[in-house]
Nanobody, 120 residues
Framework: QVQLVESGGGLVQAGGSLRLSCAASGSRGSFDTMGWYRQNPGKQRELVATITSAGSTNYADSVKGRFTISRDNVKNTVYLQMNSLRPEDTAVYYC??????????????WGQGTQVTVSS
């Protein structure tokens, strides 16, 4: 059973920094793309950043230059370093992982979410 355990959310003032972590376990094969998404009440979940197992990254325009995604393939852990935080970054942040099963099928999993609140 795949599990994603997130940590690192909290309350920070505008201009501050936070680092999110997401530890994945239970893969039936290997984890490929991992990433972070965020969501506010009444709004759609949106991509923040993703990283493949080879290290290729993708960022939302709104976080480019401020956020950095990285991963440790040995620990199956993905990180999101968030700098220069803005009030509009406030959201619940969700970890996502794509598991490649023994049948070569790709299966998507989500973490439980961690709240990030940026005060002005």
């Amino acid at each position: 059973q795949v599990q994603l355990v997130e940590s690192g959310g909290g309350l920070v003032q505008a201009g501050g920094s936070l680092r999110l972590s997401c530890a994945a376990s239970g893969s039936r094969g290997s984890f490929d793309t991992m990433g972070w998404y965020r969501q506010n009440p009444g709004k759609q979940r949106e991509l923040v950043a993703t990283i493949t197992s080879a290290g290729s990254t993708n960022y939302a325009d709104s976080v480019k230059g401020r956020f950095t995604i990285s991963r440790d393939n040995v620990k199956n852990t993905v990180y999101l370093q968030m700098n220069s935080l803005r009030p509009e970054d406030t959201a619940v942040y969700y970890c996502n992982a794509e598991d490649i099963g023994p049948d070569w099928g790709r299966y998507n999993y989500w973490g439980q979410g961690t709240q990030v609140t940026v005060s002005s």
